[in-house]
């Protein structure tokens, strides 16, 4: 073999060996970027990047299973269910967790593969450890069918005519009157914010007239009439989710740690719900007072009492619960005191949530879950309370429960007549009230998923101008970073959320092409909890005047190879070229005065086309990059040349260290 040819295969296999560490480096830095997005919740951006990870040749374990969670975690449950199917193709021999198992089963379930659900569900059992929402499926093999049998029971569904385009939900029933709450607006919208220097409607208490409608005897349907606010429980912050006691002279209620000026909060600056109770004296509500299990550290809400009324049912989010949020209970004394919570324990509570308990004249509870079986959405069931614990809970199935959110259920079989909570389609808004028809003959007595109510709600404004900003995508996110709910932003760059589930900590997160995204966390844990007085999001634009402006685009020493988080911030640049196809810029890159000119301005012109050609890499067009040119020490921002290198300090080298990115052309 000649000298030559043994060269020849040296330098291939040279070649080969920088290609492989170019792609290593390429993925790396790309899945770096793809993973700090997603933890930032942009989930549509992380699963651009993750994609063009896999279309590289990465079809790693940590790559599918990101790419199944960010569509997920977004609720485009399709998507999602493609790439788990891929994920688990390609890896269920080895050791995958068993959270991507149920949110398998979970998304193939929500495009309505019951079967092929059921089966990955069951795959749990390999895990052996005890799975409630497995034991549930083993229980109930049959749920689908068991569960939409129920038609007879509960019948003349009607929408209520005081449901809002806001969320209304949580009636409570009284002789001929009820309770309920509503995020509705009082009078104009306008008029509103003028009434509250946070600008936006809260949850509040009403009362109203109970109307019942019959036909030849029988009846047709409820609904309810005269509105008036329950103004002397009402505060400036949520309130919700009132019970009275028989005798009318007592109320439990659920309200904002709020102290009559101001929100209280824990260490970590976040306002926990607590409930309270109030005295009806000379026709009004007063001696409002903290019960004594509340907590500054975790919320208490959701009040609801015992047949003989010497026991408080509630929901928390306190330490040593099942799931995110479990049902409790507390003996009432006397003098506002209240015996130390007890859970109600596995038998009614899961590895999810539990919330809006109600016990029935017939000692029965009804409570919704996402923890047990049920039809996809939030499902309402019930369980015969014992003397010792509680039967297994029952779904109450169609009508009551559908695909979506149902909860908030009430019944009074001497009326005949109840009410539930939900966001089904073909309602007036984020929650309506809908009253049913109780077939006394048929019920049967029967016990996964619920939300609590409140209205969470915000403005967005461009940070560099102060004014509203209209448009921008805002998504409510639960604890585990899943996309709840999304709204647009209106004219007036406002935004609420109804119904949002209990005892949860939440993320918001909003976002809009050409700005820098803005998030806030939150404990809700009953969307009363958030001091919407907080919600004002500042988007910073990507584009101010002729430039795309970002962070400043670091390299290591004497390198112009991209780092991490430049690239990060280069997909900033990315995201406005993609938003905006007519756009034509121009990069120039600069350096400090440090070290020889000469090779400042190698260094930089070297750094400017490494710019430039992530960008390519990242598909956008080179004829929409008119240049990319480096300037050296040319054009410092400061004093810091040659004759005062030594005076100036790292953080005034560091702002001549810079990319600044031109629009030529377009916008």
Not at 204 to 223: F, M, Q, R, S
Not at 477 to 489: E, L, M, N, P
Not at 625 to 630: E, M, N, P, T
Request: neutral net charge.
């Amino acid at each position: 073999m000649s000298k030559i040819l043994l060269n020849q295969i040296h330098m291939k296999k040279y070649i080969v060996i920088l290609f492989l560490l170019f792609m290593s480096i390429s993925f790396g830095q790309r899945k770096y970027a793809a993973n700090r997005y997603f933890k930032e919740f942009a989930y549509v951006k992380s699963a651009e990047l993750y994609e063009a990870i896999y279309k590289k040749g990465d079809s790693s374990q940590a790559v599918l299973s990101r790419l199944g969670d960010a569509y997920y975690l977004n609720s485009n449950t399709e998507k999602a269910a493609y790439w788990y199917k891929k994920l688990f193709h390609l890896y269920e021999k080895e050791k995958i967790a068993a959270a991507f198992y149920f949110k398998y089963a979970q998304s193939l379930k929500s495009n309505g593969n019951y079967k092929d659900s059921d089966k990955w569900l069951l795959k749990l059992e390999q895990f052996k450890s005890n799975d409630s929402r497995l034991e549930s499926l083993l229980l109930k093999r049959d749920y689908l069918e068991a569960y939409t049998e129920n038609s007879n029971t509960y019948f003349n569904l009607h929408n209520l005519s005081i449901n809002t385009k806001f969320s209304d939900y949580g009636v409570y029933m009284m002789a001929d009157k009820v309770l309920f709450s509503s995020s509705r607006s009082k009078g104009d919208l306008k008029e509103n914010k003028l009434y509250s220097w946070n600008k936006q409607p809260f949850f509040d208490i009403y009362e109203a007239k109970e109307v019942i409608t019959k036909t030849a005897g029988a009846i047709d349907y409820a609904d309810f009439t005269n509105v008036t606010s329950q103004g002397c429980i009402n505060t400036d912050y949520h309130d919700a989710s009132a019970v009275v006691t028989k005798d009318g002279k007592t109320m439990y209620f659920t309200s904002d740690n709020y102290d009559g000026k101001k929100l209280r909060t824990d260490k970590n600056n976040t306002a926990h719900l607590k409930i309270y109770s109030a005295e009806f004296v000379d026709n009004e509500w007063t001696n409002i007072k903290d019960l004594s299990f509340n907590s500054n550290v975790y919320s208490t809400g959701q009040p609801a009492l015992s047949k003989d009324e010497t026991v408080l049912y509630f929901v928390s989010d306190m330490p040593g619960g099942f799931g995110g949020t479990d049902l409790y209970k507390t003996t009432i004394f006397a003098n506002n005191q209240f015996s130390k919570p007890v859970n109600l324990g596995a038998e009614i509570n899961t590895e999810g949530k539990e919330m809006f308990p109600y016990v029935s004249a017939e000692n029965i509870l009804y409570f919704s879950s996402n923890g047990h079986i049920g039809l996809g959405g939030l499902d309402v069931f019930e369980s015969k309370v014992l003397e010792k614990g509680y039967q297994l809970p029952m779904n109450l199935g169609a009508p009551i429960n559908s695909m979506k959110n149902d909860f908030s259920f009430i019944l009074n079989k001497e009326k005949e007549i109840g009410y539930f909570s939900s966001n089904r389609e073909g309602g007036k808004g984020d929650d309506d009230i809908y009253s049913f028809v109780i077939d006394t003959v048929s019920t049967k007595e029967a016990a996964v998923h619920i939300k609590c109510g409140g209205l969470l709600a915000g403005t967005v404004v461009n940070e560099v101008s102060q004014k509203v900003l209209a448009g921008a995508n805002v998504q409510l996110i639960d604890s585990t970073g899943k996309v709840i709910d999304s709204r647009i932003a209106d004219l007036q760059g406002m935004f609420s959320f109804g119904n949002v589930a209990c005892n949860l900590n939440y993320t918001v997160v909003v976002q809009k092409d050409d700005y820098v995204s803005d998030r806030a966390h939150f404990l809700i844990q009953d969307i009363k909890k958030v001091p919407m007085t907080s919600l004002t999001f500042r988007l910073i634009p990507l584009i101010i005047d002729d430039q795309i402006v970002i962070n400043t685009i670091e390299f290591d020493s004497n390198s112009s190879m991209i780092r991490e988080d430049a690239e990060y911030e280069l997909e900033k640049v990315v995201s406005v070229l993609k938003a905006n196809t007519d756009l034509i810029i121009k990069i120039t890159s600069h350096t400090d005065a440090k070290g020889r000119r000469a090779y400042n301005l190698w260094l930089s012109d070297r750094r400017a086309k490494a710019t430039k050609d992530y960008l390519i890499s990242r598909g956008i067009p080179a004829y929409r990059i008119k240049s990319a040119i480096g300037y050296g020490e040319n054009r410092l921002l400061n004093e810091c040349g040659n004759a005062n290198l030594k005076k100036c300090t790292e953080e005034q080298h560091q702002l001549n260290r810079r990319s600044y990115f031109y629009i030529v052309r377009g916008k």
